[in-house]
Nanobody, 120 residues
Framework: QVQLVESGGGLVQPGGSLRLSCAAS????????MAWYRQAPGKQRELVAA???????NYADSVKGRFTISRDNAKNTVYLQMNSLIPEDTAVYYC??????????????WGQGTQVTVSS
């Protein structure tokens, strides 16, 4: 298992930037793919960005060119750099770690979430 703790959320004005961090513990971090999800009030949780353990990244269309996911395996940490923030980015952001067993079963682990509010 892996435990995840997010930090870095807060209130920011439109056009501003924030960097979210997610510290992992309890297992071998490098074997997990990492992702960030978000959930706005009244909406379903949606994938924002993902980084498989083998490399590569993918992003939701709504954040392409503005958000960047990265990971530091030496620090067991994944980051989400968010630039050019807009009010529609307001949500609770969740860190996610996942891996597949040899049988193809996906195992997901979640952080507690961190609030990001974009408002003037």
């Amino acid at each position: 298992q892996v435990q995840l703790v997010e930090s870095g959320g807060g209130l920011v004005q439109p056009g501003g930037s924030l960097r979210l961090s997610c510290a992992a513990s309890g297992s071998v971090f490098a074997i997990y793919a990492m992702a960030w999800y978000r959930q706005a009030p009244g909406k379903q949780r949606e994938l924002v960005a993902a980084m498989p353990s083998g490399g590569g990244t993918n992003y939701a269309d709504s954040v392409k060119g503005r958000f960047t996911i990265s990971r530091d395996n030496a620090k067991n940490t994944v980051y989400l750099q968010m630039n050019s923030l807009i009010p529609e980015d307001t949500a609770v952001y969740y860190c996610n770690a996942y891996r597949y067993s040899g049988y193809g079963t996906r195992y997901d682990y979640w952080g507690q979430g961190t609030q990001v509010t974009v408002s003037s």
